[in-house]
């Protein structure tokens, strides 16, 4: 039957016609982001609190600061750049001593092991603390902390390994992720907070050699996420993953940055926000309050 095989052959055509168009019409893949190192500042102050920075903030245009030791303590103050953007010199407005509910000043150690920063919109300040597993808001940083219902969840953290990472969202949800998680299964939780309540939306996926230390939520309403692994006489190595993220879903992660050992100092905090340019991403060290180490300000853009 020959005119089968030129039926068949005008059909293929056809096939691999449609298959043109499809390809014509369909939008171009993603690019991958363009990552720039922008420079490092070593900060340095004279007082006896200074150093052990776990959490950071900036402000929308990157000029303010506020930096949250692990030791109870928050200072805040201005950020001075030259020319390019890159910051040239940190000036320190004020500091206050965090204080629980009724007042009292936290001492170092259990009660004012103080990890991770974020502030809502409103300006109100809110912390996670290790040792004693809880987050607070302040209104005031001179002021009492106001307490923030425990999630049960806490209760399963380990030591020194808790609350590490702490976000707010545009619409004034908390999200907290923990350093270590039992749960190997199904990754790191993030837990939300939100009109007094919490809950577990999703999940990061687990790379055991990586910790997740700091978390901000960018302008771009993508939740960025700094891990930490330690390598002992090696040293730190750190890297930032971002993720899309909806009301009960969130994306696999995309690999924005990834340091060499030894590269960085030990990278817990994490500011993100818009230059003009694209994502600026500025980062601070945890000193531990050791004369071996010191405090870094790390600065990268992603240009999508």
């Known amino acids: 039957m020959p005119g089968a095989g030129r039926a068949l052959s005008g059909a293929a055509r056809a096939a691999a016609a449609a298959a043109l168009l499809l390809a014509a019409c369909a939008p171009p893949a993603a690019a991958a982001p363009v990552v720039d190192y922008l420079g490092t500042y070593v900060w340095a102050e004279a007082d006896e609190d200074f150093g052990g920075f776990s959490g950071l903030e900036l402000s929308a245009d990157g000029s303010g600061f506020w930096a949250l030791s692990d030791r109870g303590t928050l200072r805040w103050g201005s950020i001075h750049r030259d020319r390019q953007g890159r910051i040239a010199e940190l000036t320190t407005a004020g500091h206050a001593r965090l204080q629980d509910s009724s007042?009292?000043?936290?001492?170092?150690?259990?009660?004012?092991?103080?990890?991770g920063l974020?502030?809502?919109?409103?300006?109100?300040?809110?912390?996670?603390?290790?040792?004693?597993?809880r987050i607070a808001r302040y209104d005031d940083p001179d002021g009492p902390a106001t307490r923030i219902l425990k999630a049960g969840w806490f209760s399963r953290l380990k030591r020194n390994q808790a609350l590490e990472a702490l976000a707010i969202t545009a619409a004034g949800d908390l999200l907290t992720i923990p350093e270590s998680w039992p749960d190997e299964g199904k990754g790191f939780p993030v837990w939300r907070f939100r009109d007094g309540t919490w809950s577990n939306p999703f999940h990061l996926p687990r790379d055991n050699a990586w910790a997740p230390v700091g978390a901000d939520v960018g302008p771009d309403g993508r939740l960025y996420v700094l891990e930490r692994q330690f390598r002992g006489?090696?040293?730190?190595q750190s890297r930032v993953r971002r993720y899309e993220f909806g009301e009960d879903h969130i994306s696999p992660p995309e690999t924005l940055i990834e340091t060499s050992l030894l590269q960085f100092d030990n990278l817990e905090g994490i500011a993100v926000w818009e230059d003009g340019q694209g994502i600026r991403i500025t980062m601070i060290s945890d000193d531990n309050f050791l004369f071996l180490q010191r405090t870094e300000l790390v600065e990268y853009r992603i240009r999508d």
């Open 103 to 115: 007042g009292t000043p936290l001492k170092p150690g259990y009660l004012g092991d103080a990890e």
């Open 118 to 133: 974020a502030i809502d919109a409103q300006g109100r300040i809110f912390v996670s603390f290790e040792g004693l597993d």
């Open 233 to 236: 006489l090696r040293g730190f």
